[in-house]
């Protein structure tokens, strides 16, 4: 009997204790999820922040457009982390339940061996029996195990009674976290409604927008057309900047090696590409190992509203834009700020346009801030991480919008920056 009701206890323990792992696991998941859609909120913010900046008296336009579209998609990742901690929560209730029933279990288990000694011993309760159950041995040893045997037992009753005061109060605390679950459950439902609610109106101001949008197709096509050329202009100028700055390390190369000059030599990353010094190869390597934590590179909050590469218009058919970097929109008087440690190879101004460009070398790195209305820094300056190095150019005929374009190459290919920034 003993051996049966051991293995009942190792089987039940091990379920207590796999239950309660799933439990601790779900709760840390939630957490996990509570902390992503924080950061999503914390994006939408700054969204909201930026759609009221603009200037409701200029009516519809596509930079509008891409705001609450921009906006919309957050909301939807919102949406989308609340149903998946709607999901872990449920998990989370059925295992607190199925932990509720083996401790119910267990409490019966103990109930039950309690009462049965209880009974037992009320129907032996006189001190007569105690002394006659002693005394009537055959020797002392006897006597004496006796006497030690009701100590113990009687010992044993306590520790059960204690047993069952501890088991109710882990029942009553499981069934206390039971319920708190299940109000954590319904004030997420409710959060789940109210952003649902707010995404049918933004979508429905969305699609009156994208409507009165196509009805001034050719406005329309202008403004994408001028922002596609301004984008390709800048690109080329970069890209010339780059082919100069390579050229120039080539060119200091081979005058060092003729006249045996003692500066430090500069070797080449690849074939044909930007010969460094060893100060600008520990730079380059530096600025390597920080990808993925490099800051973002403009101070105050910001939203990005034209990813990397080229990607197919979201709402827009038909339309499809490239971008050798990406498009950051911020605040009124946001300035930029240098991502890493370098020199500034070239201050320019920006193609049809009155903004400036300002580049920035890390060894065989270049980063790019494009679209300043001031500049506080020039040609050689060395820079530090965070440093800021202009102003931000808020365009007051186009939504009072405040838009920073910003790239990172590695000699002349185009990199992703929102791999590299944190």
């Known amino acids: 009997m003993k051996k049966y009701y051991f293995i009942y206890q190792t089987v039940v323990l091990f379920l207590v204790f796999l239950l309660f792992g799933t439990g601790r696991l779900a709760s840390q998941q939630v957490k996990d999820l509570e902390s992503r859609r924080k950061a999503v909120l914390e994006e939408m913010e700054v969204t909201s922040q930026l759609l009221k900046e603009i200037r409701s008296s200029t009516g519809i336009s596509l930079n509008h457009l891409n705001l609450l579209t921009a906006q919309i998609q957050s909301r939807q990742k919102s949406i989308n982390l609340i149903n998946k901690e709607i999901a872990v929560i449920d998990e989370e209730i059925a295992a607190k339940k199925n932990e509720l029933t083996v401790l119910d279990r267990e409490l019966q288990v103990i109930r039950e061996k309690y009462a049965f000694s209880v009974n037992s011993m009320y129907t032996r309760r006189s001190g007569q029996y105690k002394w006659l159950f002693v005394l009537s041995t055959n020797n002392f040893a006897q006597m004496i195990r006796r006497m030690r045997y009701i100590r113990e037992y009687a010992e044993w009753q306590k520790q059960q009674g204690s047993l069952i005061i501890k088991k109710q109060e882990e029942v009553n605390q499981k069934q206390s976290q039971l319920e708190q679950t299940r109000s954590e459950k319904e004030a997420l439902i409710a959060v789940w409604k109210e952003e649902n609610n707010r995404l049918q109106q933004e979508e429905s101001s969305q699609k009156t927008e994208l409507q009165q949008l196509n009805k001034k197709r050719s406005a329309l096509q202008a403004e994408l057309n001028r922002q ?3 984008a390709e202009n800048i690109n080329r100028q970069i890209e010339k900047i780059i082919a100069n700055e390579i050229a120039h390390s080539n060119k200091a190369t081979g005058k060092a090696g003729k006249t045996g000059a003692t500066e430090t030599p500069r070797k080449a990353e690849t074939t044909g590409g930007y010969k460094m010094t060893g100060e600008e190869q520990k730079l380059s390597g530096d600025f390597t190992s920080n990808r993925g934590k490099l800051p973002y590179p403009l101070s105050g909050k910001y939203k990005i509203i034209r990813p ?22 911020t605040t009124a008087g946001a300035e930029a700020q240098a991502v890493f440690d370098g020199v500034v190879s070239m201050v320019f101004s920006v193609p049809g346009s009155t903004c400036y460009g300002v580049m920035i070398r890390h060894g065989n790195y270049v980063t790019a801030y494009i679209n300043l209305s001031e500049v506080y820094v020039k040609n050689g300056d060395k820079v530090s991480t965070n440093q800021k190095i202009g102003r931000i150019f808020t365009d007051k005929k186009n939504d009072n919008t405040t838009i920073l374009h910003f790239e990172i190459r590695k000699e002349r290919e185009a990199l992703n920056p929102e791999l590299w920034l944190r």
């Not at 990397?308 to 929109?329: A, D, N």
Request: charged share 25%; proline share 4%.
């Open 228 to 230: 596609r050329t301004q």
């Open 308 to 329: 990397f590469g080229e990607y197919q218009h979201p709402q827009l058919k038909k339309v499809r834009l490239k971008s050798s970097g990406i498009i950051l929109q």
